[in-house]
């Protein structure tokens, strides 16, 4: 089954599990909605428990078989995966907007993305040394290699659908794993074209599997199946909490990319109307639905109106409206319970005596759209501050020193992303030492690339993606000790 590129034609939803497309035993689905006007794309088919049988036996044979190949026969499959998602760019990048909401400069953004992710793991997959260690005694030698932990148990999320799902995808291919990826089910159909890509580049059966189902259903039969030896999400820090819960059970290794609560910290020698647009920039991106988006604004007590006014006047210039229509620069919501969160969050500002400055509301009655908002006269005790929005929401606070500024931002139990605007190197040094997360960026709203860690601390989780450290996570390290 191809994709069919009609603008108005939704393909149909199929799981593939050992190199076989089906709709599964079951007769159960759920409906994909699209989040700018509530219309139905489809319906997703969702797996039961002989089913998650069955992927796990296909992820097993495939693993014999994927980890048995060079690694120059993986990467080329891996490549030729990557030129096929490059030349279906614009049907992925689509169905993205389709289901998620999200503009579809964005949405090309994201599956280029994926492509490279594709690609960099392909390469570094060859170049998974070992190394021989000088021995202490005679006639012996000491190696150190790197096998494929095996089977690899993925759950990717529906702010980011394609992109999330590929890095661990990659990893576990570039790897040597077999994989079983289970993504949102209100974002099933771009991936699955993708994948449909990989399988199409010739990925022997088995090696990547693809299914929709009930999430607690399928992460504990997962997890507890014989043969799962990894399990990765990216989620919610409390179903990432849950998950950890049963594979710390299991004795299963796991990677956690969970929830954030970003700060951004203009110092006092930033230009505030820069800062003011840069803040929009990172802020309003998928309508703020990122774990990495920056939502609790700290400004120097000198130029907090200022960086105000420039936050607000950019905020302002925000066309709200169908991913899909060139003029609109930020999509709908996701789904209705992004829409019902920042309604309550508006509602604890106003009645916690905050300034809304800007927005505040929900755009019309069908959809999710809802106005980009910024927030004033705030404390750390806001609501609104001690909580993730995940949404077009932002607060802003002054401070006016450098310890204070970074004691304020390392109270959250969160610590992903965090953003420091300045001119000064020394200063930008200073914070970012001090600062307790994962992935930092000076001047630009930019923490994440293909080659480079991606991960989170405290409560945002641990173990990286990405760049080498990635593929690292999908590997166990043997020592052998060689007496001859």
């Known amino acids: 089954m191809q994709l069919q590129k009609s603008p108005d034609v939704y393909p149909e939803l199929r799981m593939l599990v050992g190199g076989v497309w089906h709709k599964g035993a079951g007769s159960s689905s759920v409906k994909v909605v699209n989040p700018f006007d509530d219309a139905q794309l489809g319906e997703v088919p969702m797996i039961d428990r002989v089913g998650l049988a069955n992927a796990v036996e296909a992820a097993r044979n495939g ?29 992925i990048a689509r169905l993205i907007t389709l289901e998620q909401g999200k503009i579809l400069l964005e949405s090309r953004f994201e599956v280029n993305l994926a492509a490279d992710s594709l690609d960099w793991y392909a390469d570094e997959g060859r170049r998974a040394y070992g190394r021989i260690i000088p021995s202490n005694a005679p006639n012996s030698c000491q190696m150190v290699i790197r096998e494929p932990v095996g ?31 289970k993504p949102s089910e209100e974002t099933p159909g771009a991936l699955m074209e993708l994948v449909r890509c990989l399988h199409e580049a010739g990925l022997p059966a088995g090696a990547l599997n693809l299914i929709y189902g009930d999430g607690p259903l399928v992460s504990s039969v997962l997890i507890e199946a014989a043969g799962v030896e990894k399990i990765s999400f990216t989620g919610s820090t409390q179903v990432g909490q849950e998950l950890m819960a049963l594979s ?66 950019e905020a302002k210039t925000l066309v709200v409206g169908n991913g899909l229509d060139s003029s609109t620069t930020m999509g709908p919501l996701a789904n209705k319970r992004r829409v019902e969160a920042m309604e309550k969050l508006v509602q604890a500002c106003v009645a916690e005596g905050c300034e809304i400055r800007t927005g505040g509301n929900r755009i019309g009655s069908r959809g999710n759209l809802f106005e980009p908002t910024i927030v ?26 450098l310890d204070e500024v970074i004691a304020r931002a390392n109270a959250s139990p969160y610590g992903l992303a965090g953003y420091i605007v300045t001119p000064s190197a020394k200063n930008a040094h200073y914070v970012s030492r001090g600062l307790k997360v994962g992935v930092i960026g000076i001047n630009t709203h930019v923490v994440l690339t293909t080659e480079t860690p991606f991960g989170g601390v405290k409560h945002s989780g641990h173990g990286l993606e990405g760049g080498l450290e990635g593929l690292d996570s999908y590997f166990v390290t043997k020592f052998i000790n060689h007496k001859y």
Request: proline share 6%; charged share 20%.
């Open 63 to 91: 693993f014999d078989v994927w980890s048995g190949m060079t690694p120059i026969e993986r990467s080329s499959i891996m490549r030729r995966g990557a030129s096929i998602v490059r030349e279906r760019i614009d049907e």
């Open 151 to 181: 089977v690899v148990a993925a759950f990717s999320p529906w702010n980011a659908p394609v992109m999330t799902a590929v890095r661990k995808i990659a990893g576990a291919l570039g790897a040597g794993c077999s994989i079983i990826i």
């Open 248 to 313: 710390a059970h299991q004795g299963k290794r796991t990677t956690m990319e969970l929830g954030g609560n970003a700060p951004f910290i203009v110092l006092e020698d930033a230009d505030p109307k820069a800062a003011g647009k840069l803040a929009a920039l990172g802020k309003f991106r998928n309508a703020g639905q990122i774990c990495t988006s920056p939502s609790r604004f700290y400004v120097h007590q000198s130029l907090i109106e200022r960086f105000l006014d420039a936050f607000v006047a």
């Open 376 to 401: 004033s006269e705030v404390s750390d005790q806001s609501t609104i501050v001690n909580t993730e929005p995940f949404g077009p929401i932002a607060s802003a606070m002054p401070f006016s020193d």
